[in-house]
Structure formats: C-alpha cells, structure tokens
C-alpha cells in the first residue's frame, strides 16, 4: 500500500509503517498544498492512504468520491502519538478508498 504522511506528521512515524511504501508530502514536494490540491496531487501519485492531523480533512472534503482514504490523528506531537502507533498503523492498514478513520492520541495541552 502507497502511503502519504501530511507536513504536520512526524517523520517519527515512517519507519513504523516500513510493511508499506511510505513517502512524506515534503519529500515529494508537495508541502504547502491545501487540502483538495493535495489529495488530488496524491490520487495521481497513487497514493492510497493520507496520514494526517488536519482534522478539517472530514468535513471539507467529499472522500465519497475519492480513492484514497484519510487517516487523521488528534494529535501530532511524537511524544504524544508515540504510545499510540500500534493503533496509527492499525488503522492505516484497514484503511479503505474514500473512507475517513480518526485515531484518538490524545492532545496537547500546558500545565500551568
């Protein structure tokens, strides 16, 4: 499976996912392209799977028509999504075309 890791996931999580072909949007250029210019950019690219932590992804986009399926996690620093990778790649592994799975890590947040 092609897998695409958005600009706001850490590069932390690539080698976690070596049982697929997985390229970061930097990587391949493609940082700084909004939402709809990115998933088309990586539909052309083959992508099957974006791994993001924009949460707009599921109410922006009409993933009905897509095929390619978003992956969104409630958090994107490692040290917070790092207890949870068993489940990022769990659902990316069950990951279907036009389908939208959000991972719960947790959040960030300062203690005063």
Not at 40 to 57: I, K, P, Q, Y
Request: hydrophobic letters at 40%.
């Amino acid at each position: 499976m092609k897998v695409l890791l958005d600009e706001n996931i850490p590069h932390n999580l690539r080698p976690h996912l070596s049982h697929h072909d997985t390229y970061t949007v930097s990587y391949l250029g493609f940082a700084g392209l909004k939402n709809g210019h990115l998933l088309e950019a990586a539909e052309a690219g083959g992508f099957e799977v974006l791994v993001t932590g924009d949460l707009s992804f599921s109410y922006q986009q009409n993933l009905a028509e897509r095929r390619i399926a978003i992956v969104s996690l409630s958090a994107i620093a490692w040290p917070i999504i790092e207890p949870h990778v068993p489940r990022i790649v769990s659902a990316v592994d069950e990951a279907k075309p036009g389908g939208f799975l959000r991972v719960d890590c947790g959040v960030f947040s300062r203690r005063k």
